[in-house]
T-cell receptor, first 111, second 111 residues
Framework: NAGVTQTPKFQVLKTGQSMTLQCAQD?????MYWYRQDPGMGLRLIYY???????DKGEVPNGYNVSRLNKREFSLRLESAAPSQTSVYFC??????????FGPGTRLTVL | EDQVTQSPEALRLQEGESSSLNCSYT??????LFWYRQDPGKGPEFLFT???AGEEKEKERLKATLTKKESFLHITAPKPEDSATYLC????????????FGAGTRLFVKA
């Protein structure tokens, strides 16, 4: 039972390159989230998915797209990476009492 | 606008020196207030959920309390292994599944 997994763990991109961050859960919950965490700013919601087939924008969606592939998987895509997207990205799920379980994070640097 | 402010930003304690972390919040109808612990290089780990003013929850050396405007995380006789960043977050009844996070308090406990 791995909980929430994310790949890759680290990534370095050049400005303008694209990439997809992968998230998978084996906890059988409907809601999945993508956050970014920057020093001094806390976790900010990028996109979330309340259930398979639905996605909604969060606080900072610009420059990102998401896909809820099935109940288990929720991916985050950067079409044209910018230095402002250098951050740590966390995927999370909401459990039965609204608490969230997080993946280990992806550390992204955009040069 | 829903908001969470944590103080202090950083707290340095000697082992055994009890203290409290503060989380002030404004939210349009509180669904729940959450505390998480985050170790360096890892995702946040769920600690507590508080639902209504006057509620208290305890886990080992940690005790969380809630009023209508703020929450405290009391740390009794801390040990070096309690060193981490502690995050506070809120969910509003009107916010769907969105969770608003504070920037966190970095706790350092010296032996």
């Amino acid at each position: 039972n791995a909980g929430v997994t994310q790949t890759p763990k680290f990534q370095v991109l050049k400005t303008g390159q694209s990439m997809t961050l992968q998230c998978a859960q084996d906890m059988n919950h409907n809601s999945m989230y993508w956050y970014r965490q920057d020093p001094g700013m806390g976790l900010r919601l990028i996109y979330y998915s309340a259930s398979e087939g639905t996605t909604d924008k969060g606080e900072v969606p610009n420059g990102y797209n998401v896909s809820r592939l099935n109940k288990r998987e929720f991916s985050l895509r950067l079409e044209s990476a910018a230095p402002s997207q250098t951050s740590v990205y966390f995927c999370a799920i909401t459990a039965n009492y609204n608490e969230q379980f997080f993946g280990p994070g992806t550390r992204l640097t955009v040069l | 606008e829903d908001q969470v402010t944590q103080s202090p930003e950083a707290l340095r304690l000697q082992e055994g020196e009890s203290s409290s972390l503060n989380c002030s919040y404004t939210v349009s109808g509180l669904r729940g207030l959450f505390w998480y612990r985050q170790d360096p290089g890892k995702g946040p780990e769920f600690l507590f959920t508080l639902y209504s003013a006057g509620e208290e929850k305890e886990k080992e050396r940690l005790k969380a309390t809630l009023t209508k405007k703020e929450s405290f995380l009391h740390i009794t006789a801390p040990k070096p292994e309690d060193s981490a960043t502690y995050l506070c977050a809120v969910q509003a009844h009107t916010g769907g599944f969105k969770t608003i996070f504070g920037a966190g308090t970095r706790l350092f406990v010296k032996a």
